[in-house]
T-cell receptor, first 110, second 116 residues
Framework: QKEVEQDPGPLSVPEGAIVSLNCTYS??????FMWYRQYSRKGPELLMY????GNKEDGRFTAQVDKSSKYISLFIRDSQPSDSATYLC??????????FGAGTRLFVKA | EAGVVQSPRYKIIEKKQPVAFWCNPI?????LYWYRQNLGQGPELLIR????????DSQLPKDRFSAERLKGVDSTLKIQPAELGDSAVYLC??????????????FGEGSRLTVL
């Protein structure tokens, strides 16, 4: 079993839809939770970063962490074609080894 | 501010040939990482440097992979000889985390390797 599980998709939604992306994990010691966005043939870029449980909002993006369920989510409101990318969840314990999910490919259709 | 710079962007070689990738991190970032990303997978850590010192190379296949970070700035990752299974994107990342790592990594665009 992988430490971090993420549905690879692809996920296809119409423009303007609310998108929900999720990851589950097994290591209860994870404290820092990140979402990276990766466009085709580009490197990942950090979207959201959350410490421990709770919600964090940044514009159209909301990250949620539920440590009791070992479940994290990223919501994208009013999705745009420019949001089409692969979304990677990532987490670490506060050390330097960050574990990434496999990524979910998202397509937003105009 | 310039981001993490990697070269070459693309490399095609035949198996058993050597290959090298270069990375220039963000100025002032003392921590440098090399990751490998296979198709359809997330990045996996190969090696981490703190300044000039390789502090975590537990996932680096040392029989054929080597890395160096001279003067604590630029870094080179080498594969010799390359195997078919080495085809992947090699990502360099840097961070300025001191002490506890929050996972905020800054990635380059990657070097895509194809081994024929």
């Amino acid at each position: 079993q992988k430490e971090v599980e993420q549905d690879p998709g692809p996920l296809s939604v119409p423009e303007g839809a609310i998108v929900s992306l999720n990851c589950t994990y097994s290591n209860s010691a994870f404290q820092y939770f990140m979402w990276y966005r990766q466009y085709s043939r580009k490197g990942p870029e950090l979207l959201m970063y959350t410490y421990s449980s709770g919600n964090k909002e940044d514009g159209r993006f909301t990250a949620q962490v539920d440590k009791s369920s070992k479940y994290i989510s990223l919501f994208i409101r009013d999705s745009q074609p420019s949001d089409s990318a692969t979304y990677l969840c990532a987490m670490n314990t506060g050390g330097f080894k960050t574990i990434f999910g496999a990524g979910t490919r998202l397509f937003v259709k105009a | 501010e310039a981001g993490v710079v990697q070269s070459p962007r693309y490399k095609i070689i035949e198996k058993k040939q050597p290959v090298a990738f270069w990375c220039n991190p963000i100025s002032g970032h003392n921590t440098l990482y090399w990751y490998r990303q296979n198709l359809g997978q997330g990045p996996e850590l190969l090696i981490r440097y703190e300044n000039e010192e390789a502090v975590d190379d537990s996932q680096l296949p040392k029989d054929r992979f080597s890395a160096e970070r001279l003067k604590g700035v630029d870094s080179t990752l080498k594969i010799q000889p390359a195997e078919l299974g080495d085809s992947a994107v090699y990502l360099c990342a840097s961070s300025s985390s001191v002490g506890r790592n929050t996972g905020e990594l800054f990635f380059g665009e990657g070097s895509r390797l194809t081994v024929l």
